[in-house]
């Protein structure tokens, strides 16, 4: 397995094409960090606030996702978006406005996959975690976790999609 992309925003820039593609409203901050020296911050203040990457999608049938989350307030918008051009493939969004837990739902249909993650506890680190495996496209697994902790995993068509080639990290990116 090849890593497709690794980023802990330690150049400091939010430079588009210097650690992902594309910004709105996100900024690379001191402040709040987990290691290093940086990390990205976005807000549910702004109406899009997200880091966009996108990368080849040849030979990508299963991918692995990993990201580490310090959550401030509640959630109130989608968080992660997996994406092939303009259709999603899966995305983390909320159950509720202002709940916080998270739901892995598959973007063809917009239908949850499996349960409700455990609660995320504001101002305290969370690694959040997302499988996808397109090998057979009418039967593609999608699976999320929450510091180690698989909630959600299930079977889904997604024959009407291409295989991933972008990441959306970020809060209410209209992109649902």
Same mark, same amino acid.
């Given at each position: 397995?090849?890593?497709?992309?690794?980023?802990?925003?330690?150049?400091?820039? =939010?430079?588009?094409?210097?650690?992902?593609d594309?910004?709105?409203?996100?900024?690379?901050?001191?402040?709040?960090?987990?290691?290093?020296?940086? =990390?990205?911050?976005?807000?549910?203040?702004?109406?899009?606030?997200?880091?966009?990457?996108?990368?080849?999608?040849?030979?990508?049938?299963?991918?692995?996702?990993?990201?580490?989350?310090?959550?401030?307030? =509640?959630?109130?918008?989608?968080?992660?978006?997996?994406?092939?051009?303009?259709?999603?493939?899966?995305?983390?969004?909320?159950?509720?406005?202002?709940?916080?837990?998270?739901?892995?739902?598959?973007?063809?249909?917009?239908?949850?996959?499996?349960?409700?993650?455990?609660?995320?506890?504001?101002?305290?680190?969370?690694?959040?975690?997302?499988?996808?495996?397109?090998?057979?496209?009418a039967?593609?697994?999608?699976?999320?976790?929450l510091?180690?902790?698989?909630?959600?995993?299930?079977?889904?068509?997604? =024959?009407?999609?291409?295989?991933?080639?972008?990441?959306?990290?970020?809060?209410?990116?209209?992109?649902?």
């Amino acid at each position: 397995m090849a890593r497709l992309w690794s980023c802990g925003f330690e150049l400091g820039t =939010s430079t588009s094409g210097v650690e992902f593609d594309l910004a709105s409203s996100a900024t690379i901050v001191a402040t709040t960090i987990r290691s290093g020296t940086y =990390s990205l911050n976005v807000t549910q203040a702004a109406s899009a606030s997200y880091a966009q990457y996108t990368f080849s999608s040849a030979d990508k049938a299963i991918t692995y996702y990993r990201f580490y989350v310090n959550r401030v307030g =509640s959630f109130n918008a989608h968080i992660f978006i997996i994406k092939n051009g303009a259709n999603n493939i899966a995305y983390l969004t909320p159950p509720g406005v202002n709940d916080n837990k998270l739901k892995l739902v598959e973007g063809v249909g917009g239908t949850q996959v499996g349960s409700n993650s455990p609660v995320t506890v504001s101002n305290g680190w969370h690694c959040w975690e997302i499988m996808v495996d397109m090998t057979t496209l009418a039967s593609s697994v999608l699976a999320a976790r929450l510091d180690g902790y698989e909630f959600a995993r299930g079977t889904v068509d997604l =024959s009407t999609r291409s295989l991933p080639d972008t990441i959306i990290i970020g809060s209410d990116v209209g992109q649902s």
